[in-house]
Protein backbone atom coordinates (compact mmCIF):
# COMPACT_ATOMS: atom_id res chain seq x y z
CA UNK A 1 0.00 0.00 0.00
CA UNK A 2 1.37 3.37 -0.72
CA UNK A 3 3.02 5.86 1.81
CA UNK A 4 0.60 8.70 1.10
CA UNK A 5 -2.57 6.03 0.94
CA UNK A 6 -1.12 4.29 4.69
CA UNK A 7 -0.29 8.30 6.19
CA UNK A 8 -3.83 9.49 4.98
CA UNK A 9 -5.50 6.30 6.83
CA UNK A 10 -3.50 6.91 9.65
CA UNK A 11 -5.03 10.33 10.12
CA UNK A 12 -8.37 9.93 9.42
CA UNK A 13 -8.51 7.32 11.92
CA UNK A 14 -6.66 9.42 14.42
CA UNK A 15 -9.94 12.06 13.26
CA UNK A 16 -12.69 9.56 13.66
CA UNK A 17 -11.32 7.75 16.97
CA UNK A 18 -10.85 11.17 18.50
CA UNK A 19 -7.10 10.50 19.14
CA UNK A 20 -7.21 14.12 17.05
CA UNK A 21 -9.87 16.49 18.42
CA UNK A 22 -11.70 19.09 16.46
CA UNK A 23 -9.55 22.21 15.83
CA UNK A 24 -6.23 20.35 16.64
CA UNK A 25 -3.25 21.09 14.50
CA UNK A 26 -1.65 18.90 12.76
CA UNK A 27 2.66 18.59 12.55
CA UNK A 28 3.95 21.11 9.77
CA UNK A 29 4.57 19.63 6.29
CA UNK A 30 8.66 19.39 6.85
CA UNK A 31 8.41 18.39 10.82
CA UNK A 32 6.08 15.29 9.66
CA UNK A 33 7.72 14.43 6.56
CA UNK A 34 11.39 14.39 8.34
CA UNK A 35 9.95 12.64 11.21
CA UNK A 36 8.22 9.75 8.66
CA UNK A 37 11.46 9.67 6.19
CA UNK A 38 8.91 11.09 3.56
CA UNK A 39 8.90 13.47 0.59
CA UNK A 40 7.43 16.41 2.08
CA UNK A 41 5.09 16.21 -1.26
CA UNK A 42 3.25 13.20 0.22
CA UNK A 43 2.70 15.14 3.32
CA UNK A 44 1.42 18.14 1.10
CA UNK A 45 -0.53 15.45 -0.85
CA UNK A 46 -1.98 13.76 2.14
CA UNK A 47 -3.17 17.02 3.86
CA UNK A 48 -4.91 18.59 0.59
CA UNK A 49 -6.72 15.23 -0.60
CA UNK A 50 -8.10 15.11 3.48
CA UNK A 51 -8.84 18.91 3.23
CA UNK A 52 -10.59 18.03 -0.18
CA UNK A 53 -12.64 15.28 2.25
CA UNK A 54 -13.94 17.61 4.86
CA UNK A 55 -11.90 16.28 7.21
CA UNK A 56 -8.58 19.06 7.90
CA UNK A 57 -8.48 22.91 7.02
CA UNK A 58 -5.30 24.40 6.32
CA UNK A 59 -5.07 28.12 6.81
CA UNK A 60 -2.02 29.41 4.60
CA UNK A 61 0.82 30.14 7.01
CA UNK A 62 -0.63 28.72 9.88
CA UNK A 63 -0.69 25.06 8.62
CA UNK A 64 -3.52 22.27 9.00
CA UNK A 65 -6.03 22.11 11.30
CA UNK A 66 -8.53 19.12 12.12
CA UNK A 67 -11.97 20.33 10.39
CA UNK A 68 -14.69 21.38 12.92
CA UNK A 69 -17.46 20.65 11.21
CA UNK A 70 -16.06 16.42 10.15
CA UNK A 71 -16.24 15.08 13.72
CA UNK A 72 -19.01 14.93 15.27
CA UNK A 73 -20.32 13.17 18.57
CA UNK A 74 -22.07 10.70 16.59
CA UNK A 75 -19.29 9.60 14.64
CA UNK A 76 -17.23 9.39 17.38
CA UNK A 77 -19.91 7.32 19.25
CA UNK A 78 -19.88 5.15 15.99
CA UNK A 79 -16.11 4.35 16.03
CA UNK A 80 -15.82 3.99 20.13
CA UNK A 81 -18.76 0.88 19.13
CA UNK A 82 -17.30 -0.50 16.65
CA UNK A 83 -13.64 -0.64 18.66
CA UNK A 84 -15.79 -2.37 20.96
CA UNK A 85 -17.18 -5.08 18.88
CA UNK A 86 -13.60 -5.62 17.29
CA UNK A 87 -12.74 -6.23 20.64
CA UNK A 88 -14.95 -8.86 21.90
CA UNK A 89 -14.24 -10.32 18.35
CA UNK A 90 -10.79 -10.55 18.92
CA UNK A 91 -10.91 -11.84 22.48
CA UNK A 92 -13.37 -14.64 21.64
CA UNK A 93 -11.17 -15.54 18.69
CA UNK A 94 -8.11 -16.16 20.74
CA UNK A 95 -10.04 -17.82 23.13
CA UNK A 96 -10.37 -20.46 20.53
CA UNK A 97 -7.41 -20.50 19.96
CA UNK A 98 -6.07 -18.41 17.22
CA UNK A 99 -3.08 -16.27 17.27
CA UNK A 100 -2.93 -12.51 15.92
CA UNK A 101 -1.13 -13.58 12.63
CA UNK A 102 -4.22 -16.02 12.07
CA UNK A 103 -6.76 -13.15 13.13
CA UNK A 104 -5.08 -10.28 10.72
CA UNK A 105 -5.20 -12.94 7.98
CA UNK A 106 -8.88 -13.67 8.65
CA UNK A 107 -9.85 -9.95 8.55
CA UNK A 108 -8.10 -9.79 5.20
CA UNK A 109 -9.44 -12.16 3.47
CA UNK A 110 -13.10 -10.99 4.67
CA UNK A 111 -12.17 -7.76 3.84
CA UNK A 112 -10.80 -8.87 0.35
CA UNK A 113 -13.66 -11.15 -0.31
CA UNK A 114 -16.47 -8.08 0.60
CA UNK A 115 -18.53 -7.07 -2.23
CA UNK A 116 -17.61 -3.44 -3.20
CA UNK A 117 -20.98 -2.20 -2.63
CA UNK A 118 -20.98 -3.26 1.09
CA UNK A 119 -17.71 -0.92 1.40
CA UNK A 120 -18.46 2.54 3.22
Known amino acids: MPIYVQLKDQVRHAIETGALSLGDQLPGIRTLAEALVV ?3 TVIR ?4 LEQ ?3 LEIRHGLGAFVASRRQTSHQ ?3 M ?3 QRIVAEVIHQLR ?3 LGDGEIRRMVDAEL ?9
Open 39 to 41: NPN
Open 80 to 82: RDA
Open 46 to 49: VYRE
Open 95 to 97: DHG
Open 112 to 120: MQAPELQRR
Open 53 to 55: EGA
Open 76 to 78: AER
